[in-house]
């Protein structure tokens, strides 16, 4: 199986700073990453797949990077509306797997 | 495109359950689905797709205790649950894969199943 293991754990950043966030596979995964968001309460929502593309809605502020086992999310400048948990995918080989989650909350 | 999810209940441990998740908004029998589970307070688990030929794929967890199925005339994925412990508790989503893959670009709210006695 692989593991995505996703850091930090929790981020506290204020809005209008630029967030960084890693996922790590324990093996090549290729491009084949994709990134959600959610928020309390809520289902995922696609942001990110085949670690650069954007989903239809997500915001030019958000951008993907990376290949083989290491992998970006970023967000140029925070928006309230940002603040959530970020979960890293991958669909390279059975069984899927997910990242434990990034939270990016408010400082 | 609506994913509703139902079949959520309060099930005694070693009980069984069937999730159902309807489908609309897009043409059902071209498109892969998957459900995806989160236990309380904790973080996404993939646990089963199906794709449009109806080849099924598992979490290694589920140890055959978990069934995945669709209905294409009733625009209907389904998820046969069985041998249920504590630890299935989770809200359980469906999720609409892009094409054929698992790049899971629609959800649905969730159904929630608790396993307790």
């Known amino acids: 199986e692989i593991v995505l293991t996703q850091s930090p754990a929790t981020l506290s950043l204020s809005p209008g700073e630029r967030a960084t966030l890693s996922c790590r596979a324990s093996?090549?995964?290729?491009?084949?990453l994709a990134w959600y968001q959610q928020k309390p309460g809520q289902a995922p929502r696609l942001l990110m797949y085949d670690a650069s593309n954007r989903a239809t809605g997500t915001p030019a502020r958000f951008s993907g990077s990376g290949s083989g086992t290491d992998f970006t999310l970023t967000i140029s400048s925070l928006e309230p509306e940002d603040f959530a948990v970020y979960y890293c995918?991958?669909?390279?080989?059975?069984?899927?797997?997910f990242g434990q989650g990034t939270r990016l909350e408010i400082k | 495109v609506q994913l509703l999810e139902s079949g959520g209940d309060l099930v005694q441990p070693g009980g069984s359950l069937r999730l159902s998740c309807a489908a609309s908004g897009f043409t059902f029998s071209n498109y892969a689905m998957a459900w995806v589970r989160q236990a309380p307070g904790k973080g996404l688990e993939w646990v089963s797709f199906?794709?449009?030929?109806?080849?099924?794929y598992y979490a290694d967890s589920l140890k055959g205790r978990f069934t995945i199925s669709r209905d294409n005339s009733k625009n209907t994925l389904y998820l046969q649950m069985s041998s249920l412990r504590a630890g299935d508790t989770a809200v359980y989503y469906c999720?609409?894969?892009?094409?054929?893959?698992?790049?899971?670009?629609?959800w649905g709210q969730g159904t929630l199943l608790t396993v307790s006695s």
């Open positions: 199906i794709d449009t030929g109806g080849s099924r």
């Open positions: 995918q991958q669909r390279t080989d059975w069984p899927i797997t």
């Open positions: 999720a609409k894969g892009e094409g054929s893959n698992s790049i899971y670009d629609y």
């Open positions: 093996q090549s995964i290729n491009i084949y």
